[in-house]
């Protein structure tokens, strides 16, 4: 029971994150401020608490062992919000820097990011295999995280935004709420009952 409380509270917050999430990308898309300015800062500070909240949403997913008992399950869930907090660190450098420019603390944007697409895209699948999430919550991962690889290539590596990287951003954020409900809603088959574990 204390996972599914954790997992329901994280969820919750998750609500709010997407919302956050949804704010920012409208301030980019619509307001776009320069580098350095008191918009910036608010835009990136927003940003910032957004990674920090998705961190959390997916500690309340690993909570919910929705990929079953085993090590390598566990393991992979949590390198989710592992990589979150490596991006939220990469937010904080930003903030710290003033700009944009590469420093020390960009490096955790890199390594957030691949292994944030690594172990979403392992996790979406086990947990779309092993169905202890009941009905469409189980494909709530595997959704997000392959909208959260097609934006690595929607972004071609470049900074500066299009209609196309703007598009999928959008998208993301939408199922990153979804991703959210799903989480909010969960309670694991087996959580509460005699089911045996799954073990991977």
Not at 131 to 149: E, I, N, Q, T
Request: aromatic share 10%.
């Amino acid at each position: 029971m204390e996972r599914i409380r954790q997992a329901r509270t994280a969820g919750t917050a998750g609500i709010v994150v997407g919302l956050l999430w949804l704010l920012n990308w409208t301030f980019e898309a619509f307001v776009d401020p320069p580098v350095g300015g008191g918009g910036w800062y608010a835009g990136q500070t927003l940003a910032t608490v957004a990674l920090f909240g998705t961190a959390v949403l997916l500690f309340g997913l690993a909570a919910l062992h929705p990929a079953g008992d085993g090590r390598v399950a566990r393991a992979f869930l949590a390198l989710n919000w592992v990589a979150w907090l490596s991006l939220t660190l990469g937010g904080i450098g930003l903030l710290i820097r003033g700009d944009e420019s590469d420093g020390p603390m960009t490096v955790f944007f890199p390594i957030g990011g691949i292994l944030g697409t690594l172990s979403l895209l392992v996790s979406g699948v086990l947990v779309a295999v092993r169905r202890r999430l009941p009905g469409w919550r189980r494909w709530a991962v595997l959704a997000f995280a392959v909208m959260y690889l097609l934006l690595g290539f929607l972004n071609g590596g470049s900074d500066e935004p299009t209609a196309a990287s703007q598009a999928g951003e959008l998208v993301q954020y939408l199922l990153l709420l979804v991703l959210a409900v799903a989480v909010r809603t969960a309670a694991p088959v087996g959580a509460d009952t005699a089911a045996p574990p799954v073990r991977v």
